[in-house]
């Protein structure tokens, strides 16, 4: 059982916008915290994806944008595209005995 | 550009102790400005933060694991190690090594596959 809670899966056509919801408490996403988002392609290590709660690396498409609103955030990607299938991953901070980082449980997105 | 490389046995057997260590490369263990940190995902499972080791040598775990985890660092040879003892069938998992700060985990090993099993 994860800290945070995403849903297990997605999916959306090519060319669609979906978004990935990430669930928290008041210990955690609630406080205060900064919220990540990784990308993990199959086979592959996580890669960061959006950090300090709507932030983008270099060299991530502006296609992947992140908000965070209370005790929970959202990735969303528009302009879906076959490689944006992966699972996504949120990380934050915690306060309490679960521990000073936490990661939701993750999310399948297909691109149908 | 930061390389990170974890080694160590791929094979362990049930309630002995895993031992990895992580190389960096391109950066350094000694900058205040990071946390070195183990991140492990059992095989078709999701991510689960292990600890981190700051250059200091100021450690921090996750509670679910830290009476079996010792993280340590060797500033001498850029590195840190993870030691997880007890190990069981449940601790098989691609462990990963990765530079961590508030910004988050922006470089990642490649992750290296721990298979507890006699």
């Not at chain 1, 849903?7 to 978004?19: D, L, N, Y």
């Not at chain 2, 095989?43 to 985890?69: A, C, D, H, M, Q």
């Amino acid at each position: 059982q994860s800290v945070l809670t995403q849903p297990p899966s997605v999916s959306g056509a090519p060319g669609q916008r979906v978004t990935i919801s990430c669930t928290g408490s008041s210990s955690n996403i609630g406080a205060g915290y900064d919220v990540h988002w990784y990308q993990q392609l199959p086979g592959t290590a996580p890669k960061l994806l959006i950090y300090g709660n709507s932030n983008r690396p270099s060299g991530v498409p502006d296609r992947f944008s992140g908000s965070k609103s209370g005790t929970s955030a959202s990735l969303a990607i528009t302009g879906l595209q076959a490689e944006d299938e992966a699972d996504y991953y949120c990380q934050s901070y915690d306060s309490s005995l679960s521990g000073p980082r936490v990661f939701g449980g993750g999310t399948k997105l297909t691109v149908l | 550009q930061v390389q990170l490389q974890e080694s160590g046995p791929g094979l362990v057997k049930p309630s002995e102790t895993l031992s990895l260590t992580c190389t960096v490369s391109g950066g350094s263990v000694s900058s205040g400005s990071y946390y070195w940190s183990w991140i492990r995902q059992p095989p078709g499972k999701g991510l689960e933060w292990i600890g981190y080791i700051y250059y200091s040598g100021s450690t921090n775990y996750n509670p679910s694991l830290k009476s079996r985890v010792t993280i340590s660092v060797d500033t001498s040879k850029n590195q840190f190690s993870l030691k997880l003892s007890s190990v069981t069938a449940a601790d098989t998992a691609v462990y990963y090594c990765a530079r961590d700060s508030l910004t988050g985990v922006d470089y990642w090993g490649q992750g290296t596959l721990v298979t507890v099993s006699s």
